[in-house]
């Protein structure tokens, strides 16, 4: 009997039926691997769409319990918090991240109380959210100041730990920030503060909606080009998780996602650290463009998001984490 070869050999044959197909799968999607990213704005009683995001809101403090309510009883085990901050909140330095009073912090303090460790919370740390300019640093001549940005980000991550942030996640591209953000956690009583790195962090056309999200749309003058990564390249991703390893990251993440799926290969081939991966607003409203026109349906969110798990993404921040069954079923 000849096996190895067509007739007898017929790939198809697994395939027939349903609980064959069941039975061989390599790869499925379970809420463990997700992290819900949650926007928040001043004010109350406001739940706000997201004009660039259909179907994401923006919620006052007031109205967040739900949102982790139903994030806990789903089972995620995280949720990034982004804050939308006022343009009169925003200066050239970024001064507003380290009020102990801003919305990132309130919503912290308010979280860690209510929810203790039911579900873990994570925080970027950069300084985009609060600089006039929109950039994630200190900003001279159209350049990103690194070891001066540093000093802040290592202030920035100290006060979101204090407030009881979980994992701190550097999303700046700052040279060497991750070993002086983690020296500065150690010394100051943090110790199981963990750090998501954003290790590899391309300058993308893929976060347009968020800039909206966040309110930075339209203050960027310049381009991000000058600290995050070339989309060219992936020797140097490489590189840069290989950094951020030696200098204390517990995790490591890929963004954008879909796009960089090669990336997210590479880094889970090469290193054997847990790797995130970010299905970014851009990847996010495409599809969701698609579907609200009709041109296709939610399978296509399914099969984008299984796509990161077989790249071997650990877990997937994305805007569809708390709609999943909707999705799934
Ligand atoms: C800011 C930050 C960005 C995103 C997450 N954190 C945007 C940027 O770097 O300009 C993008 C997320 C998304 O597009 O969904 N440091």
């Known amino acids: 009997m000849i096996t190895g070869k067509y007739p007898g050999l017929r790939l198809r044959r697994s395939r027939k039926n349903d609980w064959s197909r069941r039975l061989i799968e ?9 992290i819900l990213p949650i926007f928040l704005i001043d004010g109350k009683d406001k739940k706000q769409e997201i004009k660039s995001m259909p179907g994401v809101y923006r919620y006052t403090l007031d109205k967040i319990n739900p949102v982790i309510d139903k994030a806990i009883k789903k089972g995620l085990p995280m949720i990034a918090l982004f804050p939308y901050t006022e ?15 801003n919305l990132v912090c309130r919503a912290l303090k308010l979280i860690k109380k209510k929810y203790k460790n039911q579900i873990g919370i994570m925080c970027d740390v950069a300084l985009d959210p609060y600089t006039s300019h929109g ?3 200190l900003l001279k001549k159209d350049y990103v100041l690194n070891d001066e940005t540093i000093k802040i980000l290592i202030d920035q991550s100290l006060l979101q730990a204090q407030m009881g942030c979980d994992v701190l996640a550097p999303s700046d591209m700052m040279d060497g920030r991750i070993g002086e953000i983690r020296k500065a956690l150690d010394k100051n009583g943090f110790k199981m503060t963990q750090i998501l790195s954003y290790a590899v962090k391309y300058a993308s056309s893929f976060y347009g909606p968020f800039r909206d999200a966040v309110g930075t749309k339209g203050l960027l003058k310049s381009s991000k080009k000058n600290y995050q990564m070339d989309f060219r390249n992936s020797n140097e991703a490489l590189r840069e998780v290989a950094l951020d390893i030696k200098e204390g990251a ?3 993440m890929v963004k954008p996602g879909l796009p ?3 990336i997210i290969k590479l ?17 996010y409203s495409l599809l969701e463009n698609g579907i609200k026109k009709g041109l296709t349906n939610n399978d296509i969110v399914i099969e984008s998001l299984i796509a990161f798990k077989r790249a071997g993404a650990n877990a997937i921040v994305s805007y569809y984490a708390d709609r999943l069954d909707t999705i799934l079923k």
Do not use: W
């Open 87 to 101: 343009k009169k909140k925003k200066n050239f330095i970024g001064a507003e991240a380290l009020n102990e009073d």
């Open 26 to 34: 390599e790869n499925n999607l379970t809420h463990n691997d997700f």
């Open 135 to 137: 950039h994630d640093g």
């Open 260 to 262: 960089y799926l090669d």
């Open 250 to 252: 517990d995790m490591v």
């Open 267 to 283: 880094v889970k081939e090469n290193f054997k650290i847990p790797v995130m991966a970010y299905q970014v607003s851009g990847e």
